[in-house]
């Protein structure tokens, strides 16, 4: 009898075992041969189109595939390693440089991690112990075939983006936009930063990047769905001028307290997103929405390719195991019927309409729409019929090489919803779980922004950013103008470069008029206001607006003294400007000065993305040196001097 017990036991065992062994996940991190996390490095299982990239740490997470028996790791400029799967649910590898056996040069070590990118180049008089000889243009070539250096492959789109310059207050005392609460030109910028390559001009919208970080701004404490924040120091690039801060920050609202949600995923799955970090990683974070999902929320599935189909019905959140089945068949082939995907998934939004619920298109895609409605005037005309239905969107980016961040923009700005792009899975879990209420609910629709400036205290203003958000100044009483979203939870952050009245720098300026006057002064009592704040806003039902009006008298201190809301977002917005070697980046000559001024205000960061951005910082600055190399053939500099506006701890 025991031995019956014991073979039952077993038996029983060995079927948990298999069980446990055929699901879950395969995790580990992918370094360089000195220890160096390596991001991008492609993770899939052999013989399948079923992967994903590392992280900047080189920390990859992958489902489990049953059937796979080996696991494939590849880089661009290293060997490629295959480990057997058997029972291991940790695997981690270390990749060697490959190399070019038929080039007359070979590269040592082209190494990118989150601290640094080096570039050994064989030159006999630079390299006593390299393994290779020569310095030439086939070096430089075989570089360029790695994927570091030269992205002039790719065919991605992006807006033209025309820098704001200075406006004179008597010519022009209203700056007026449209907020922005997009975050996902800096997780694309990132993207190419771990690819060790240069991020495109247009790709570099300072105002997104600013908007990535979260800042502590107070709760709404009236009727407004936020609450504004403003605060003024001495600007960090140029101490003759102010750098203005204004932060909105919209009402929190429990996760049980969110209205029901009709959602439609419309999931692009054409020949175009059949790559590792297309639909591979759109999988693993739609999984992880689908598991903020609750019982009264509803989902349905479109897919597009050479057409647009149906996958789920209308489908209870907490049927989770039925909706993750209908994710997880999802493959990838054929051409990009994006337009039909739009119709479809708009019609299945009205269908199923929710009167007192969040009814919203959750676009994820690549952006390249090549069969039925493929300009963007078509797609413009489509989504701005429907957003007056209350369907809303939301459009998450994948994938590199064929990108179109144009018609992703366009589609969330004309769809009253917002825009990100999802480079890892880390990513996904920011925008679809820690930011899930300001993803997908939104408090305040065309929300617009103008501020007045007082000429008796503020000679000119350069707002910093918002290039394609700027409006008309009497847009901003025209409830007909559309404009942007605020979702619950998020910040929206705004910074201007002020010159004050009295100073003798040249500015802009303008013939006098003949037929009237510049416009004068105001009254002494109130002459003490730098500025007046205006906010216009609808609910997300309304359809008049309300208005907010705050007067601005705060006094100027010195930048070291500001808050760390000021500071850190004065070093991001410090970044892009170098980034896109702006004209008016002043005193700021080199990456270090932004270091300094993000670390001294980097705060708690409990999360650690303001830690990530200053790692990706100093990355930039050591490709910097890498390019110096290659066009020179001589070192770049080592150290830099730091103006002293930096320097100064709080």
């Known amino acids: 009898m025991k031995t019956i017990l014991s073979i039952i036991s077993i038996m029983i065992l060995s079927c948990l075992s298999l069980g446990f062994t055929g699901s879950g996940f395969i995790t580990g991190t992918v370094t360089d041969e000195n220890g160096h996390p390596l991001p991008g490095v492609s993770v899939s299982f052999e013989n399948t189109k079923t992967g994903i990239l590392t992280d900047i740490n080189g920390y990859y997470s992958i489902s489990l595939n049953p059937m796979a028996r080996f696991i494939v790791f590849s880089l661009n400029g290293y060997k490629i390693v295959k480990e057997r799967i058997d029972n291991r649910r940790i695997i981690n590898v270390v990749l060697k440089p490959s190399i070019l056996k038929d080039e007359s ?6 190494v990118i991690d989150q601290r640094t990118i080096r570039l050994y180049p064989g030159r006999p008089d630079r390299m006593k112990n390299a393994k290779t000889s020569y310095y030439t243009t086939a070096g430089i070539a075989a570089y360029d075939r790695a994927g570091w250096y030269n992205n002039n492959f790719n065919t991605e789109g992006y807006s033209t983006i025309h820098e704001n310059g200075y406006k004179s207050v008597l010519n022009n005392p209203l700056s007026t936009f449209s907020i922005d609460v997009d975050r996902a030109s800096y997780s694309n910028i990132r993207r ?46 140029n101490d003759e001028h102010y750098m203005m801060h204004i932060g909105l920050k919209g009402i929190n609202i429990d996760r049980e307290n969110l209205p029901p949600s009709n959602l439609v995923f419309l999931l692009d799955v054409s020949g175009s997103m059949n790559s590792p970090n297309k639909l591979p990683l759109l999988k693993s974070a739609f999984r992880l929405l689908v598991n903020e999902l609750r019982h009264e929320d509803r989902v349905s599935i479109v897919v597009y390719a050479g057409a647009a189909g149906l996958v789920l019905e209308p489908t209870p959140g907490s049927n989770k195991e039925e909706i993750l089945q209908a994710i997880d068949r999802l493959n990838a082939g054929g051409s990009t019927a994006g337009g039909q995907g739009l119709r479809l998934a708009y019609k299945l939004a009205s269908e199923n309409f929710m009167h007192e619920g969040n009814n919203r298109i959750i676009l994820a895609t690549d952006g390249d729409f090549n069969v039925g409605i493929s300009s963007n005037a078509e797609m413009e005309r489509l989504i701005e019929k429907k957003r007056e239905e209350g369907v809303f969107m939301t459009v998450l980016g994948f994938g590199m090489g064929n990108y179109k961040d144009d018609k992703m923009e366009i589609i969330a700005d004309k769809g009253n919803g917002n825009y990100a792009y999802i480079d890892n899975i ?26 007045e400036f007082n000429p008796a205290m503020i000679r000119s203003y350069r707002l910093i950013g918002y290039e394609n958000r700027m409006l008309n100044d009497e847009d901003f009483n025209d409830d007909r103008k559309d404009a942007g979203e605020m979702g619950a939870g998020h910040t929206v952050t705004a910074l201007y470069e002020l010159v004050p009245a009295g100073s003798e720098e040249e500015g802009p300026s303008i013939d006098p008029l003949k037929y009237q006057k510049y416009m004068e002064t105001v009254k002494s009592t109130i002459s003490s206001e730098l500025l007046t704040i205006k906010l216009r806003y609808k609910k997300p039902d309304g359809k008049k607006s309300i208005l907010m009006e705050i007067p601005f008298r705060q006094k100027v201190i010195a930048f070291h003294k500001a808050s760390d809301n000021l500071r850190f977002s004065a070093a991001v917005a410090g970044f892009g400007m170098l980034l896109r070697n702006s004209e008016h980046k002043g005193d700021l000559k080199n990456l270090e000065a932004v270091i300094l001024m993000a670390k001294n205000a980097k705060g708690k960061d409990e999360e650690g993305y303001r830690g990530e951005f200053i790692r990706l910082v100093k990355t930039v600055r050591d490709m910097r040196l890498i390019e110096e190399e290659l066009v020179s053939g001589e070192p770049g500099p080592i150290g830099f001097p730091v103006p002293a506006p930096y320097n100064k701890r709080k």
Not at 105 to 110: D, I, L, N, P, Y
Not at 224 to 230: D, G, S
Not at 433 to 449: L, N, P, Q, R
């Open 105 to 110: 040069v070979a590269v040592e070590q082209a």
């Open 192 to 237: 190419f930063i771990n690819q060790g390559q240069r991020p495109p001009v247009d790709a570099v919208r300072i105002e997104e990047m600013i908007n990535y970080f979260k800042y502590d701004y107070p709760q709404p404490r009236n009727d407004h769905p936020f609450a504004v924040y403003t605060e003024i120091a001495e600007c960090p690039w």
């Open 426 to 451: 880390q990513e996904a879990r920011k925008v679809l779980v820690s930011e899930f209420g300001g993803t997908m609910f939104t408090i305040a629709k065309d929300v617009k922004f103008q501020v």
